[in-house]
């Protein structure tokens, strides 16, 4: 098994919505997840959030706090996802990474369709608002 890898989720709030990406590629493609992705060297985790989220979707966000930590087992692969929880400052959220996400919604974090990605089942498990 690979890993520990970082990958970071983002919680990205709007209206009383989050932002929510259908996955593309061989890593849980056809599952849907919080826009983020791996940690590079040396940003920090708020740096990274900030990063994913408008290069995969055009948004830009604020009031990044770290809200929850998944350990993620994948076949072959081991990720620890910090969460961080944020606030919309513009953007309306599209696919712009089109090998990374096939569609990009806002939807009540009730609402969030199947499949869902791992790591995402396993914060909507543990989370707490």
């Not at 009383?16 to 590629?25: A, Q």
Request: hydrophobic residues 35%; aromatic residues 10%.
């Amino acid at each position: 098994m690979k890993g520990p890898f970082v990958g970071v989720g983002v919680l990205v709030w709007k209206d009383k919505k989050v932002l929510i990406g259908k996955r593309n590629g061989s890593h849980g493609g056809g599952s849907w997840s919080f826009p983020g992705g791996k940690l590079e060297t040396p940003e920090s985790i708020e740096e990274c959030a900030q990063r994913e989220v408008f290069e995969e979707t055009g948004v830009v966000i604020t009031g990044m706090k770290i809200v929850c930590i998944t350990n993620d087992l994948y076949p072959g692969a081991h990720w620890v996802t910090p969460f961080v929880e944020a606030q919309w400052v513009s953007g309306t959220g599209e696919v712009k990474e089109p090998e990374k996400f096939t569609d990009v919604q806002w939807v009540k974090l009730s609402e969030i369709p199947e499949p869902k990605f791992l790591s995402l089942q396993n914060f909507l498990k543990i989370w707490k608002r």
